[in-house]
Nanobody
Framework: QVQLVESGGGLVQPGESLRLSCTASGSIFSIYAMGWYRQAPGKQRELVGSITTSGSTNYADSVKGRFTVSTDNAKTTVYLQMNNLKPEDTAVYYC?????????????WGQGTQVTVSS
């Protein structure tokens, strides 16, 4: 089993920055990718950004150039650096870890952390 603990959310004004952190523990072997999703009320959960163990990244078009996903050297903590935040970034942000076991993939999710961007 994998446990994910998120931190770093909060209330900020437009143009400010936040950094989210998510640390994985437990059965953390065979991690394939780590990343962040977000969900606003009434909207679908969407990928924000992700990074594979090989370093490949993927970002939503709406955050490209503003957000950066990175990991620590052990690749057990994933960060989301959010710069130039906009009101439309307001959502609950969820950490995601993908493990590859044999031919199967499994998703693990953090508890979610609220990011509110408002003036």
């Amino acid at each position: 089993q994998v446990q994910l603990v998120e931190s770093g959310g909060g209330l900020v004004q437009p143009g400010e920055s936040l950094r989210l952190s998510c640390t994985a523990s437990g059965s953390i072997f065979s991690i394939y990718a780590m990343g962040w999703y977000r969900q606003a009320p009434g909207k679908q959960r969407e990928l924000v950004g992700s990074i594979t163990t090989s370093g490949s990244t993927n970002y939503a078009d709406s955050v490209k150039g503003r957000f950066t996903v990175s990991t620590d050297n052990a690749k057990t903590t994933v960060y989301l650096q959010m710069n130039n935040l906009k009101p439309e970034d307001t959502a609950v942000y969820y950490c995601n870890v993908v493990r590859r076991l044999s031919l199967e993939f499994e998703d693990h999710w953090g508890q979610g952390t609220q990011v509110t961007v408002s003036s």
